[in-house]
Structure formats: C-alpha cells, structure tokens
C-alpha cells in the first residue's frame, strides 16, 4: 500500500474506512487513529489490538467488551511504560 493512499485514508470520512487490512496497515504506521474508523471496527480485536500497540490511551475509543479484554488491555499498558 502506497503512503499517498494512506494518508488519504486519514482524510476520508468515518464511515468510509472500513477495510479492515488497509486499516489495520494505516493504524501500525501510525497514519490512522482508532476514533476515525467505523464502529464495526472499533469491535473488532485484531484493529483494536494494532491500535493500542500504538498508542495505549486510545484504548478509551474502543468498543464493547473489548475495553477489559486481557490481550488489549495488557498491550495497552506494555506501550505506556
């Protein structure tokens, strides 16, 4: 993936970035934030987990149980120290 596509990525509204590989690629390169992508992926443990690994705090922008789940929670905190 070419960083030009990737930096339109953090430019595209919401509800538009939803493929979960261009995502996940955009969020360990640190060109894309939790908050900016759907709902759907904000639930999903794999986007989660390469968000946290990048910044812990985002944490709070993650969805349903995945805020107390042990792997994310744990990754969270190991990119904080």
């Keep these: ?10 430019e595209i509204s919401p ?3 939803t493929e979960k590989e261009k995502v996940i690629a955009a969020l360990k390169q640190g ?3 939790l908050y900016s992508v759907s709902k759907e992926l904000k639930n999903d443990e794999e986007v989660v ?4 690994k990048q910044d812990g705090l985002i944490l ?4 349903g149980n995945l805020k107390n789940d042990k792997k994310i ?7 904080k120290t």
Aim: proline fraction near 0%; charged fraction near 15%.
């Design 1 to 10: 993936m070419s960083r030009d596509i990737i930096a339109r990525m953090t």
């Design 31 to 33: 060109n894309l934030q």
């Design 73 to 79: 929670v744990l990754a969270a905190v190991k990119e």
């Design 60 to 63: 709070y922008h993650a969805f």
């Design 15 to 17: 509800q538009y970035v």
């Design 49 to 52: 987990l390469a968000a946290v």
